[in-house]
Every structure is written in structure tokens, then in C-alpha cells.
């Protein structure tokens, strides 16, 4: 990336920032009316709840400004508006054998190669 002119690393990213809303907005249009059940929202709180515990504990940014705190620095509301409003916890859950919920589970834990 040190090679390259800004230009092109500004055109790069134009381009990535271009293909997003091209990419998003059908996916929100086939599936914006789709039910759920409560179970699928609690399965939708409880992954929320994982990335709040990413943010907390392992996010270098986020454990910055929370040292920052200590000197006067950092603001609680600026590191907290990044997490989601709603979230849920449950102690040790395995997601039901067979369900679309164990599969990602396991996609999670299996890498691929993309490339």
C-alpha cells in the first residue's frame, strides 16, 4: 500500500464505499419483511452481547479509552456509543444441534480460504 499514490488508494476507496449500498440494499429488500421468532431475537441479543464482550475486553481502541478515563481523558459515552443499545447474556448456551444457529457456530470456529 506504500507504493501506490493517495489517488489511487483515495479511487480504492471510493470504488469499496461505492459497492456497499449496491450490495446492502438488495439484501435489506428480500429480507426487510421476513418474520422471526423469539428465539432468532434472542439468538440476534446474544451475538450482539459477544460483541459487546469483544469491545470490552479485547478491542485495543476500547480498553484505550477506558485507562483513558482514569486521567481525565477518555469519556464514558464516547467508548459506550459504539456498542448496541440491546443486548443479552446467557452462561454457557450451545446453540440446538442442526439449527442454522450451530451451523454459523461452526463456520465461526472452522476457517476457509478465501483466496
Known amino acids: ?4 499514490d493517495p489517488e489511487t488508494h483515495l479511487k480504492f476507496a471510493e470504488q469499496a464505499l461505492d459497492a456497499v ?3 446492502y440494499v438488495p439484501l435489506l429488500e428480500k429480507n426487510r419483511d421476513k418474520e422471526f421468532t423469539q428465539d432468532q431475537k434472542n439468538w440476534q441479543l446474544m451475538r450482539r452481547g459477544r460483541y459487546v464482550e469483544f469491545n470490552l475486553v479485547y478491542d485495543r481502541g476500547t480498553i484505550f479509552g477506558l485507562k483513558m478515563l482514569g486521567s481525565g481523558v ?8 459504539s456498542l448496541p443499545e440491546n443486548a443479552r ?10 439449527s442454522p444457529e450451530a451451523e454459523i457456530m461452526e463456520a465461526f470456529k472452522t476457517p476457509m480460504e478465501f483466496a
Open 89 to 98: 447474556w446467557q452462561y454457557a448456551h450451545e446453540p440446538e444441534e442442526g
Open 1 to 4: 500500500m506504500n507504493e501506490e
Open 21 to 23: 449500498p449496491k450490495a
Open 74 to 81: 477518555g469519556r464514558i459515552e464516547s467508548i459506550l456509543m
